[in-house]
């Protein structure tokens, strides 16, 4: 399979794997026990709207929209929903215009709580803290919103099929691992995203990322530290710490990263690049709930099972994007 084969079938395989994780929780509020009249909600988290979105509730307002289409990608904002500016400085004339009922953000943002509530009560969600398991919070916050929105079926529904989706993934690469000849494990690899030519972030402990990971039980080549959100900041260097491991990086390339990396004798020497063993991810925001965990699990699982021929083990020169 070429690369812009892997490319198409690990941009749509994701889409499709959320629509199943999505479609239970659609369907559930049609038999949810309706306790009333969904509040109107304005949200400053994206994690906090796309699975409002996955539960059928489609928020009064939201922060950053066209942004959160191309990051998250799904579910993705309707075009009828009023974007409140930045997510860490909305429009709050515009707020004030909404009259939203509750305002939603991440216990990140809690210095916006005081100018907030002077329009609307205010609730704070923690799922990224210090202590990590993401995966978890984001089962219980997800119950929290249900809970809010009178759809708790549709909660519940969603976490069961969120869960389907990783364990279909964790048995697509097991049964990968008995075809291979002899049978092994997968490689290592590191999961990345560039800030510049020089610089990347790479996911690790208390990510969501590596949290999916534990449970397709791949393993992760990073073990250096990871801030608040499960990312650590490094030189493209530190990518040559683990010669066998593969590398993952998402899409989309900061402007001018493309050009720089090609001429970058120091990232053609790394062992992935040389080999081959280099591909891309389609956008992916790093900071999700469970309609990302379910997206992140069919694309990566995608990306592991996609053989390659001998004639495509070497990336072009010219070019950062080549596959695995």
């Not at 994690?47 to 059928?56: I, S």
């Not at 989706?165 to 494990?185: D, G, N, Y």
């Not at 959100?229 to 900061?254: K, Q, S």
Request: aromatic content about 6%.
């Amino acid at each position: 399979m070429r690369r812009r084969d892997f490319l198409r079938c690990a941009a749509l395989a994701p889409l499709a794997a959320l629509s199943s994780a999505t479609a239970a929780a659609h369907a559930a509020p049609s038999i949810g026990i309706g306790i009333g009249p969904v509040p109107r909600l304005v949200v400053l988290d994206w994690g906090l709207v796309e699975t409002l979105l996955a539960l059928g509730v489609t928020p009064a307002g939201a922060a950053e929209t066209g942004a959160y289409n191309d990051s998250v990608v799904a579910p993705r904002v309707p075009a009828h929903v009023p974007d409140v500016g930045l997510r860490l400085a909305p429009s709050l004339e515009l707020l004030q215009q909404l009259a939203p009922d509750l305002i939603l953000i991440n216990s990140s943002q809690e210095s916006q709580r005081e100018m907030l509530e002077r329009i609307a009560p205010v609730r704070a969600f923690a799922v990224y803290t210090d202590a990590g398991e993401p995966y978890r919070h984001s089962q219980e916050v997800t119950l929290q919103l249900a809970r809010l929105c009178g759809r708790e079926r549709a909660g519940h529904a969603l976490i069961d099929a969120t869960d389907r989706v990783l364990a279909t993934s964790r048995a697509r690469i097991a049964a990968q691992r008995a075809r291979a000849q002899p049978p092994s494990a997968p490689s290592p690899f590191y999961l990345i995203r560039f800030f510049d030519g020089r610089h990347i972030g790479v996911y690790g402990a208390r990510s969501l990322f590596q949290e999916v990971m534990n449970a397709l039980d791949v393993a992760n080549a990073w073990h250096g530290p990871t801030d608040y959100w499960g990312i650590g900041v490094a030189g493209l260097e530190t990518l040559a710490d683990t010669p066998a491991a593969d590398l993952l990086y998402f899409e989309p390339l900061p402007v001018g990263v493309a050009r720089t990396l090609a001429s970058n004798r120091l990232w053609h020497a790394l062992p992935a690049v040389a080999d081959g063993r280099v591909a891309a991810l389609p956008p992916f925001w790093g900071f999700g709930m469970l309609p990302s965990a379910a997206r992140f699990a069919d694309a990566l699982t995608t990306a592991l099972t996609t053989a390659r021929t001998p004639d495509e083990a070497t990336p072009a020169a010219a070019q950062t994007q080549t596959r695995r």
